[in-house]
C-alpha cells in the first residue's frame, strides 16, 4: 500500500486519514515513549487479530508516522519506532486521553449529558 496525497474537506478530516482506523491510535500511544516488538502491541491491544494488527502498522508506516525494523535474529523480530512525524500526533492523542479519563469517570457518576 502506497501513501497517496490527497483533498481534505477540513482538517479533522486529514487528521483522521492518518490516525482514523480501530487500532490506528493505540499503536501511536503505545509506542510514545518507547519502540515496540511485534508481539509486544499485540499483547498491548488483545482485541486486535494479527491480520487487523498488520494491516495498521502497514498503513501507519506508508503515512510516515511509524518505521519498521527487522532485528536479523533467529527468529527474526520486528519492531516499531515512531518517526519525528509520528512523535507530532501525540498530544493530540494525550489530549484525547485526557477527555476519555474525565469521560469515564463522569460516566461512573451517571453525567455524561454535562460534559
Given at each position: 500500500m502506497e501513501y497517496k496525497e490527497q483533498k481534505?474537506?477540513?482538517?479533522?478530516?486529514?487528521?483522521?486519514?492518518l490516525i482514523g482506523g480501530k487500532y490506528?491510535?493505540?499503536?501511536l500511544w503505545h509506542l510514545?515513549?518507547?519502540?515496540?516488538?511485534?508481539?509486544e502491541l499485540q499483547r498491548l491491544i488483545p482485541r486486535a487479530t494479527p491480520k487487523m494488527l498488520s494491516q495498521q502498522l502497514h498503513a501507519l508506516e506508508d503515512c510516515g508516522m511509524i518505521r519498521r525494523e527487522v532485528i536479523p535474529e533467529?527468529?527474526?523480530?520486528?519492531?516499531?519506532?515512531?518517526?519525528?512525524?509520528?512523535?507530532?500526533?501525540?498530544?493530540?492523542?494525550?489530549a484525547m486521553c485526557e477527555w476519555g479519563t474525565e469521560y469515564l469517570d463522569c460516566r461512573q457518576k451517571k453525567c455524561a449529558a454535562s460534559l
Open positions: 481534505f474537506n477540513c482538517p479533522v478530516e486529514a487528521t483522521l486519514s490506528k491510535p493505540l499503536i510514545r515513549e518507547q519502540p515496540l516488538h511485534y508481539m533467529k527468529p527474526p523480530k520486528t519492531v516499531y519506532f515512531l518517526t519525528p512525524f509520528g512523535h507530532s500526533i501525540i498530544p493530540v492523542l494525550q
